[in-house]
């Protein structure tokens, strides 16, 4: 069926390291991708999105990949603090459709 | 910046009551949804709305329906709340940029 996921429900890493969260997806057709961060309590945050027309994006300290040959999108994280303890979703978008989420992966940092 | 506001951040209602959620959006969008989240689940789509007074069936309609007389205002009414509508609630609004822009989320609790 049509879905996006992800390959590990919780990552651990520590304080200073780069963090690597996956998200599979199953339609070709999508074209779209957002990567949104959810603190404890509050609703998701947008990070950054791709559209698939690309394979790599940057902002702040983050970096979005896209590989459309085995439909896998990733979120690299550097350097990564206390304060990108949170539940990450990968969402796709189809032309015309409504986003598809991910059930999301809890990133914790540890000291 | 988009400011999404629900109006309630949680919520303990009886079984059989009549739920409404209100969801405000300050940004002129043309397209507003509700989703519930739960643990493992991810956001499932309830309702979405294009416009003023118009509204779609999302992925999870049953139990729920929708209100959108002005076009900043998108409210979730549940007719008779039962537990298993115990969930978070996240409104979201979408402009013309394909970015869902969300609030802090309902945490509701049907007893």
């Known amino acids: 069926g049509e879905s996006v996921g992800l390959h590990l429900p919780t990552l651990s890493v520590q304080e200073g390291d780069n963090s690597i969260i996956n998200c599979a997806y199953s339609?070709?057709?999508?074209?779209?991708f957002i990567w949104y961060k959810q603190e404890s309590g509050k609703g998701p945050q947008f990070i950054i999105d791709?559209?698939?027309?690309?394979d790599k994006r940057q902002g702040q300290r983050v970096t979005v990949l896209l590989n459309k040959t085995v439909k896998h999108l990733s979120l690299q994280i550097a350097a990564t603090q206390p304060g990108d303890s949170a539940v990450y979703f990968c969402?796709?978008?189809?032309?015309?459709?409504?986003?598809?989420f991910g059930p999301g992966t809890r990133l914790s940092v540890l000291p | 910046d988009v400011k999404v506001t629900q109006s309630s951040r949680y919520l303990v209602k009886r079984t059989g009551e009549k739920v409404f959620l209100e969801c405000v959006q300050d940004m002129d969008h043309e397209n507003m949804f509700w989703y519930r989240q739960d643990p493992g689940l991810g956001l499932r789509l309830i309702y979405f709305s294009y416009d003023v007074k118009m509204k779609e069936k999302g992925d999870i309609p049953e139990g729920y329906s929708v209100s959108r007389e002005k076009k900043e205002r998108f409210s979730l009414i549940l007719e008779s709340a039962s537990t298993n509508q115990t969930s978070m609630y996240l409104c979201?609004?979408?402009?013309?940029?394909?970015?869902?822009?969300f609030g802090s989320g309902t945490q509701l609790s049907v007893l």
């Open positions: 339609n070709s057709a999508s074209d779209y």
């Open positions: 969402a796709e978008n189809r032309d015309g459709q409504n986003f598809v």
């Open positions: 791709i559209r698939s027309n690309m």
């Open positions: 979201a609004s979408e402009g013309a940029v394909e970015k869902l822009f």
